[in-house]
């Protein structure tokens, strides 16, 4: 038999207050596809950055192709054999696909010589690219695929992918997996992280499942299933979201020609987009990222001016209110970019719920603010969402991505809106903190309260929508009724006309 790719024994790291992995021991094989689980604050993070050079261990040894392995940064990793293709596109939307390629390599060659090389593996591989065009122009698939072919440019032993389809269409999905496949069979192994757990299923031999830091267990995903993996996961039953069934009320948000300009160079117009939203309801708009997503929430929420008559809320036109103000007449949003938009990165979590819960929680009087009254706040969100962090004092920064997504969606939910916008409200969150959220949303609107729920998730989408359309290009198709809708057909949608008009056959 040969010998694993590369092991971990007993790899530990701690920060103040929290021990991000626990003595980790896996093996990954030689052509293996292999997923590593776990719930948000698991460690998964931790651990891919100690294998990428990104954190040294505390303690613990790694071998690599039957070598002590110990990368000092990314660069000795990538040397070693290791490529990583982060959640978060790290790419310049003014430069070409080449140049943004060269900048990611340690000896780029002539700029011919490389955009011959990037037609050549992109087409092996199944992903075509355009070398000269400008990454500002493509689709969030497209920029995957220059992450993608500027680690394989590289040749790479091991590939560490993170969350890697959380913003590519059902086809696009199909692709990528023919991708990864090929890559198995010529011997590349890869790390496959997600939070789609039938994604795993369908295409990891193995999986390594972390909880709290520590390694609690292993299986083979084809021979699992998906609830079995989220219990293994969280440690309890997973408690799917129950819909109440609720008869849609009155419209209280009425959208009527919203048309915008986009906002920079590589933006998204909004074009005549119209619909309207009842009381009780689940609107879930559907589309691939940077068709027009961030400008619609940014229209709604009041952070972009509109023409009068384009948005009216129960009767009223929101153009001249702004954020603060349509948060006191009951819509409120909560943004996609959660650190930075969302929440304040270093401001601590009283903070963070300070910033939009002033108002409706009575959190500051005369300009004077009430810091118990605010912490009690923040301690409630905490509680009620199960946020994971030592105290409501942290700094925003210091949680993991998906529990500082359950703090912003818990802020906003338990400030009792009437219309709620929410943009990915579970992006990079936990099987068992999604169905939380997802039931949370369902609350709402069992309550009378209208959501509209912007996601690239279908899965989603069709578990709490009562209504689904489709943003491609910043147009957005009549809303239809949920029920009867397939994967399929709204993949087609999101993709544009040609499945829009498939959809109405």
């Given at each position: 038999?040969?010998?694993?790719?590369?092991?971990?024994?007993?790899?530990?790291?701690?920060?103040?207050?929290?021990?991000?992995?626990?003595?980790?021991?896996?093996?990954?094989?030689?052509?293996?596809?292999h997923a590593l689980l776990g719930e948000n604050g698991a460690g998964k993070?931790?651990?891919?950055?100690?294998?990428?050079?990104?954190?040294?261990?505390?303690?613990?040894?790694?071998?690599?192709?039957?070598?002590?392995?110990?990368?000092?940064?990314?660069?000795?990793?990538?040397?070693?054999?290791?490529?990583?293709?982060?959640?978060?596109?790290?790419?310049?939307?003014?430069?070409?696909?080449?140049?943004?390629?060269?900048?990611?390599?340690?000896?780029?060659?002539?700029?011919?010589?490389?955009?011959?090389?990037?037609?050549?593996?992109?087409?092996?591989?199944?992903?075509?690219?355009?070398?000269?065009?400008?990454?500002?122009?493509?689709?969030?698939?497209?920029?995957?695929?220059?992450?993608?072919?500027?680690?394989?440019?590289?040749?790479?032993?091991?590939?560490?992918?993170?969350?890697?389809?959380?913003?590519?269409?059902?086809?696009?999905?199909?692709?990528?997996?023919e991708t990864l496949n090929k890559l198995r069979s010529e011997g590349t192994?890869?790390?496959?992280?997600?939070?789609?757990?039938?994604?795993?299923?369908?295409?990891?031999?193995?999986?390594?499942?972390?909880?709290?830091?520590?390694?609690?267990?292993?299986?083979?995903?084809?021979?699992?299933?998906?609830?079995?993996?989220?219990?293994?996961?969280?440690?309890?039953?997973?408690?799917?979201?129950?819909?109440?069934?609720?008869?849609?009320?009155?419209?209280?948000?009425?959208?009527?020609?919203?048309?915008?300009?986009?906002?920079?160079?590589?933006?998204?117009?909004?074009?005549?987009?119209?619909?309207?939203?009842?009381?009780?309801?689940?609107?879930?708009?559907?589309?691939?990222?940077?068709?027009?997503?961030?400008?619609?929430?940014?229209?709604?929420?009041?952070?972009?001016?509109?023409?009068?008559?384009?948005?009216?809320?129960?009767?009223?036109?929101?153009?001249?209110?702004?954020?603060?103000?349509?948060?006191?007449?009951?819509?409120?949003?909560?943004?996609?970019?959660?650190?930075?938009?969302?929440?304040?990165?270093?401001?601590?979590?009283?903070?963070?719920?300070?910033?939009?819960?002033?108002?409706?929680?009575?959190?500051?009087?005369?300009?004077?603010?009430?810091?118990?009254?605010?912490?009690?706040?923040?301690?409630?969100?905490?509680?009620?969402?199960?946020?994971?962090?030592?105290?409501?004092?942290?700094?925003?920064?210091?949680?993991?991505?998906?529990?500082?997504?359950?703090?912003?969606?818990?802020?906003?939910?338990?400030?009792?809106?009437?219309?709620?916008?929410?943009?990915?409200?579970?992006?990079?969150?936990?099987?068992?903190?999604?169905?939380?959220?997802?039931?949370?949303?369902?609350?709402?609107?069992?309550?009378?309260?209208?959501?509209?729920?912007?996601?690239?998730?279908?899965?989603?989408?069709?578990?709490?929508?009562?209504?689904?359309?489709?943003?491609?290009?910043?147009?957005?198709?009549?809303?239809?009724?949920?029920?009867?809708?397939?994967?399929?057909?709204?993949?087609?949608?999101?993709?544009?006309?040609?499945?829009?008009?498939?959809a109405h056959v």
């Amino acid at each position: 038999m040969t010998t694993p790719l590369l092991t971990l024994s007993g790899l530990t790291k701690a920060y103040p207050g929290v021990v991000a992995n626990d003595d980790v021991s896996l093996e990954i094989g030689r052509g293996e596809i292999h997923a590593l689980l776990g719930e948000n604050g698991a460690g998964k993070s931790t651990l891919v950055k100690m294998i990428y050079g990104l954190v040294k261990p505390d303690n613990g040894s790694m071998v690599f192709n039957d070598a002590p392995f110990a990368p000092q940064d990314p660069r000795t990793a990538r040397a070693g054999g290791v490529g990583m293709v982060f959640q978060h596109f790290s790419l310049f939307d003014a430069l070409t696909v080449a140049e943004n390629i060269a900048l990611g390599m340690e000896n780029a060659p002539a700029m011919n010589q490389l955009a011959a090389r990037i037609r050549e593996v992109s087409q092996s591989y199944g992903l075509p690219l355009s070398p000269d065009r400008t990454v500002g122009d493509l689709s969030a698939g497209e920029r995957q695929r220059v992450e993608i072919i500027r680690c394989l440019l590289q040749d790479p032993k091991l590939l560490i992918m993170d969350e890697p389809t959380s913003v590519l269409t059902p086809q696009e999905v199909a692709v990528l997996f023919e991708t990864l496949n090929k890559l198995r069979s010529e011997g590349t192994s890869i790390l496959y992280i997600s939070h789609k757990l039938e994604e795993i299923r369908t295409l990891c031999d193995g999986a390594t499942i972390l909880r709290m830091g520590k390694v609690v267990g292993s299986c083979v995903p084809a021979q699992t299933t998906a609830r079995d993996m989220a219990e293994m996961m969280v440690g309890d039953t997973l408690k799917s979201p129950q819909r109440s069934g609720t008869i849609a009320g009155d419209v209280i948000l009425t959208l009527t020609g919203l048309s915008l300009p986009p906002a920079s160079a590589f933006g998204m117009p909004l074009r005549d987009i119209s619909f309207e939203l009842h009381k009780g309801e689940v609107l879930g708009i559907g589309g691939v990222a940077g068709n027009g997503q961030d400008e619609l929430l940014g229209a709604l929420s009041g952070e972009t001016n509109v023409a009068a008559g384009m948005i009216t809320y129960d009767g009223q036109d929101m153009a001249p209110l702004g954020p603060n103000a349509r948060r006191a007449v009951g819509l409120l949003s909560a943004p996609e970019e959660r650190l930075g938009h969302a929440a304040a990165p270093n401001m601590s979590l009283i903070e963070n719920a300070m910033l939009t819960g002033a108002t409706r929680e009575g959190l500051e009087k005369g300009g004077l603010l009430n810091w118990p009254a605010a912490r009690e706040f923040a301690d409630k969100i905490i509680q009620a969402f199960d946020v994971r962090t030592p105290t409501s004092a942290n700094a925003a920064r210091s949680l993991s991505g998906g529990n500082l997504q359950k703090f912003v969606i818990g802020r906003e939910v338990l400030q009792r809106p009437d219309v709620l916008v929410v943009n990915q409200p579970t992006w990079g969150v936990d099987a068992s903190a999604a169905a939380s959220i997802r039931q949370s949303l369902l609350d709402l609107a069992k309550g009378g309260a209208a959501v509209i729920v912007i996601s690239q998730d279908l899965d989603e989408l069709m578990e709490i929508s009562d209504r689904f359309a489709a943003l491609n290009e910043g147009r957005l198709s009549t809303p239809r009724p949920a029920a009867g809708l397939n994967v399929d057909e709204i993949g087609l949608m999101m993709g544009g006309a040609q499945g829009l008009e498939a959809a109405h056959v």
